[in-house]
């Protein structure tokens, strides 16, 4: 059984920056594939960005696109943040075992 545990949210001001983390406690059970997804309020799961353990290939969605960057410890960093970017954030394992989910970490941009 694999928990995530994400952090690193927070009240930044446009334009600022923050670094989510994502820790594991547990064994993946093989290669997985890291997802980082959002809920703005009022909305629906809103992919954010992909990563892969094998070939760490990632992938982004448009809105920030340039903006984050998906790390090998899969960390979001997360810069030039826009008021749009105000959710809560999810990391997600897929691995051969299971779909695993974190509690979330709430990012607020506001001035």
């Known amino acids: 059984q694999v928990h995530l545990t994400e952090s690193g949210g927070g009240l930044v001001q446009p334009g600022g920056s923050l670094r989510l983390s994502c820790v594991a406690s547990?064994?993946?059970?093989?290669?997985?594939?890291m997802y980082w997804v959002r809920q703005s309020p009022g909305k629906g799961l809103e992919w954010v960005s992909t990563m892969n353990t094998v070939g760490r290939n990632t992938w982004y969605a448009d809105p920030v696109k340039g903006r984050f960057t998906i790390s090998r410890d899969s960390a979001l960093q997360m810069s030039s943040l826009k008021s749009e970017d105000t959710a809560v954030y999810y990391c997600?394992?897929?691995?051969?075992?299971?779909?695993?989910w974190g509690k979330g970490t709430l990012v607020i941009v506001s001035s």
């Open positions: 997600m394992r897929d691995e051969p075992n299971g779909t695993y």
């Open positions: 547990g064994t993946a059970s093989g290669p997985y594939w």
